[in-house]
Structure formats: structure tokens, C-alpha cells
């Protein structure tokens, strides 16, 4: 195992990495459970388990990134789940770094609730786990190569012309995390939410929401709650609030 320590007046994340386990998330959920502090990061060369949202599994070959992180809660931070908004404007603010003469006509969009699109394809994947007063995030990012699906299409960065090596990409990454983080705790979900806006699907779109029961609710983007969940305006000029669903542009 080696630990890469970033420590100064600024930066404070620690990153571990390893050859190989079963899931970064899982094992973060025990290191919370152990004590861990905020500001551990946990990467893993290639998963044999990795985690996706909605019970799903996230392949996990050499060569894309996966990792994650802990944010231990404090009375006075916003919700929770508005972690998953932090985590998706911070890496999509180092994608775009690494994409600097990026002209695509798709852009990177953030996808509700933390999925970044490359035109109009999956670069990336979010999963927030709890464990007491810890929220476990675990990253993974389609670096060198994607997996080849009809009805979810993906992509990676190497598809685009840069393949960045994960422990670089990472350690920008966890940079950007500490001080989207920081903003988060010390002016509260405002901001956050204005950089989220900016750089998801414009208000207007066209979504579905696939709920967990199974069913189906097509609506316009109308914008996040005060915690972060999903504002549809459906056809009959309802809005509904979403907490939890798979989000498809249609
Ligand atoms: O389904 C998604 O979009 C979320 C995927 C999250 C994958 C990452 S890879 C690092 C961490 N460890 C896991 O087992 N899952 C997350």
C-alpha cells in the first residue's frame, strides 16, 4: 500500500492506493466505521466488486479511475445528499481541464443527480454511501477506456484524445474536492447549487425518471430543491420532487 500525503497549508487529503480490492466504497465504509478521518482517499488500481447506483455493477478494469473518499458530518453542514452535488461539480470542473481545447457539441453536462455526459455519453459515475456520520463517495471515471452498452451509452476520456494516468487525475481531483467542500461547509449549499445549474442539462430539458419501484415519470428539468432533489414539471403543469431515480435526456 502507498500513501501519497499532501499535507500544507492548503491541501490536507491523504491518498492510499492499492493493486486491487473488491470495492473502494466498501472498504471506505469500513475505514469510516474504524475512525478514518476526512480527507482519506482510498484508490484501487482495478475492482473485482466495484459498486453502481441502484445496485448495479460498476466494471472495473486497469485504467479508469476508481476511488473514494469520507466526509465526516457536522451539525451545521447542509443535507447530506448534497454531497452528490459537490462530487459532480468538482470532477466535472478537472474533466473540463483535462479537455481544454474541448469543441464538442455536446459538452460535459452534468446529469441529475451526479453523472457527468460527455457529448451525451457517460464519462463517470457517482455512489454515495453512509455510514453514521460519515457519507462515503466513491468515484469512478471512465479514464483509458468505457464499457460498450446500447441502452446506457458511455465513454472515456482516451475516446476523446487524452488519457490522463489515474493517480494524476486523482490527485486534481481530490484537490478540487477539498475546496468545492470547504465552500459547501463554510457558505452553504448556495453556491453549489448556482455551479451545478450552470453546468447540467439547461432548465427545460426533456427527462425521464426512472423511479426505484420501476415506473416511469417524463417531465421538463425545472430546476433542485433545497436539498438537491429533482424538480419535474410534468405535462399536466404539476411539479413533482424527485429524491431518488435513474435519470434519462430524452
Ligand atoms: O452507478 C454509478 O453511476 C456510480 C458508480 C460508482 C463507481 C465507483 S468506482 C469507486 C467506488 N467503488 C465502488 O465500488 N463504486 C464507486
Redesign the pocket.
Known amino acids: 500500500m502507498d500513501d501519497d500525503r499532501r499535507q500544507g497549508a492548503v491541501l490536507t487529503h491523504i491518498i492510499r492506493t492499492v493493486a486491487e480490492t473488491g470495492?473502494?466504497?466498501?472498504d471506505m465504509l469500513m475505514l469510516a466505521r474504524g475512525g478514518a478521518q476526512e480527507g482519506l482517499w482510498l484508490r484501487a488500481e482495478r475492482?473485482t466488486s466495484?459498486?453502481?447506483?441502484q445496485g448495479?455493477v460498476?466494471t472495473?478494469a486497469e485504467g479508469n479511475l476508481?476511488?473514494?473518499t469520507l466526509v465526516r458530518l457536522r451539525a451545521i453542514d447542509p443535507q447530506a445528499a448534497t454531497l452528490a452535488l459537490v462530487a459532480a461539480i468538482a470532477l466535472e470542473e478537472v474533466v473540463r481541464a483535462y479537455l481544454p481545447s474541448f469543441s464538442l457539441p455536446g459538452g460535459t453536462v452534468i446529469k441529475w443527480p451526479n453523472?457527468l455526459l460527455l457529448d451525451g455519453a457517460k464519462l463517470s459515475?457517482?455512489?454515495l454511501e453512509r455510514a453514521d456520520d460519515a457519507v462515503v463517495i466513491?468515484?469512478?471515471v471512465n479514464l483509458a477506456h468505457h464499457p460498450e452498452s446500447l441502452d446506457r451509452p458511455a465513454t472515456s476520456l482516451a475516446a476523446h484524445g487524452v488519457t490522463p494516468m489515474p493517480e494524476d487525475f486523482l490527485d486534481t481531483l481530490a484537490t478540487a474536492f477539498e475546496r468545492w467542500l470547504a465552500i459547501w461547509r463554510n457558505e452553504g449549499l448556495a453556491p453549489i447549487r448556482a455551479r451545478w445549474l450552470d453546468r447540467a442539462h439547461p432548465v427545460g430539458t426533456a427527462l425521464t425518471a426512472r423511479l426505484p419501484d420501476g415506473s416511469a415519470i417524463d417531465g421538463l428539468f425545472a430546476g433542485l430543491d433545497s436539498e438537491g432533489a429533482l424538480i419535474l414539471r410534468l405535462a399536466d403543469g404539476t411539479s413533482r420532487v424527485i429524491h431518488a431515480a435513474d435519470v434519462f435526456l430524452i
Open positions: 470495492s473502494t466504497n466498501a475492482q466495484g459498486r453502481g447506483r448495479r460498476w472495473s476508481y476511488a473514494s453523472d459515475g457517482i455512489l466513491g468515484i469512478g
